[in-house]
């Protein structure tokens, strides 16, 4: 990634990314001969893999900690003798569970339920076939899905987003 005339790189919370500043415009013919940066609180720079530099840019990787927007300073010196100071900016914000799990449908609660009343651990949802560890979980996990479902459609939701991982054999 290179920073670009004080635009925000976004990245999540618990992600550990580099960064470039180019310092191509500013050095022209001469080259870097020392980079430093000031991270602050909120990010860490982890020990491996370190911050470097080549020639013309100066590389960070860092570690975000925690939501917000933050600055890192980089400051570089050069072989012909100038300074020069940027700045790379981050918005981190928290990763949205909700957005990695699956979507499951009335249709779906239909089957386990289904299931359940016939007794049987095993469902057929259309994309796959699914074992419950017991008949204990598929009651409590009826009951979230109603739940769920029904607070999305007095949200106006036609799904509800949850995940049954949890009640899986063998999870």
Same mark, same amino acid.
């Given at each position: ?5 004080? !635009?925000?790189?976004t =990245?999540?919370?618990g992600?550990?990314?580099? &960064? ?9 013919e001469?080259?870097? +001969?020392?980079?430093?940066?000031? #991270? ?25 900690d ?20 940027? +700045? *790379?900016r *981050? !918005? ?5 569970p +909700?957005?990695t799990?699956?979507? &499951?449908? #009335? ?8 299931? &359940? ?5 095993? #469902?057929?949802?259309s994309?796959?076939?699914?074992? &419950?560890?017991?008949?204990?979980? $598929?009651?409590?996990?009826? %009951? =979230? $899905?109603?739940d769920?479902?029904?607070? %999305? ?13 949890s ?5």
């Open positions: 990634m290179t920073d670009v005339k004080g !635009k925000f790189f =990245e999540k919370v992600e550990v990314l580099d &960064y470039q500043v180019k310092w191509n415009a500013e050095l022209g001469d080259t870097i +001969i020392t980079s430093s940066w000031v #991270v602050p609180t909120g990010l860490t720079q982890p020990t491996s893999p370190p911050a470097f530099h080549d020639d013309k840019t100066a590389t960070i990787w860092l570690r975000a925690s939501a917000g927007e933050f600055e890192c300073i980089n400051t570089i010196a050069s072989a012909g003798g100038r300074t020069f100071i940027g +700045i *790379l *981050l !918005k981190v914000s928290i990763p949205s +909700i957005a799990l699956p979507v &499951y449908t #009335v249709g779906q609660l239909a089957a386990l339920q289904a299931a &359940y009343a016939q007794g049987v651990q095993r #469902v057929r949802y994309d796959k076939e699914v074992e &419950y560890r017991s008949r204990a979980d $598929m009651a409590a996990l009826i %009951a =979230e $899905m109603e769920q479902i029904t607070g %999305a459609a007095t949200n106006g939701q036609k799904q509800s987003r949850f995940s049954l991982a009640f899986y054999k063998g999870h």
